[in-house]
């Protein structure tokens, strides 16, 4: 079962992210051969630094406003969870963040469990490299079971670095 429902409000979120993206050159995204059906990766260059983009990912109301949901609570260290509730009209898609790796300012490394599919798991890792003019932050996903939930999850992602963007160049 898809992550995300299709319906025309992410078709326009998709349209309007392409536009973006297209016009963004500090964005990019690739798919390795050799899992491009299961994962995938992609990246942004946000001018702020490592610090302040690490910070976003471990604090509940700066991550509720990124990933657009009602609440979450967070318990950031190896083995801790991140319990967040969404609702997508009709559709429940609650799910739990339990953090696997955190190395403070460089790597955030967790597994999704979404409560509509328990025995499913996303593996997710977050690099967070100092450039010149800020941060390069990659988001790697993977293990999706169709490159359609793939490619919806990464259709998500990409609207939270626009997000994340936004967020941290106004605070």
């Known amino acids: ?9 992410y078709l326009l979120v998709f349209l309007a992210l392409l536009i973006y993206m297209c016009r963004n050159e500090n964005s990019k995204s690739s798919i390795s051969m050799n899992d491009s059906n299961t994962a995938y990766e992609i990246s942004k260059m946000i001018t702020v630094p490592p610090e302040k983009l690490f910070a976003v990912f471990l604090n ?6 990124i990933l657009g949901v009602s609440s979450i ?31 403070p ?13 328990p025995g499913k798991e996303i593996m997710t890792t977050l690099t967070f490299e100092k450039i010149k003019d800020g ?21 998500t992602w990409e609207e939270t670095l626009i ?9």
């Open 105 to 117: 300012n460089k790597k955030l490394r967790w597994i999704v469990h979404f409560d509509q599919s």
């Open 73 to 103: 609570t967070v318990d950031a260290r190896p083995g801790g969870q991140a319990i967040a509730k969404y609702q997508n009209g009709d559709s429940n898609l609650d799910f739990t963040l339990t953090f696997k790796e955190i190395i």
């Open 135 to 155: 941060t390069n932050i990659i988001v790697r996903q993977e293990n999706f079971t169709t490159p359609q939930e793939r490619d919806e999850n990464k259709k």
């Open 163 to 171: 997000k994340l963007d936004a967020l941290t160049n106004w605070k």
């Open 60 to 65: 509940s109301n700066d991550l509720r406003k």
């Open 1 to 9: 079962m898809p992550f995300i429902r299709a319906n025309s409000r």
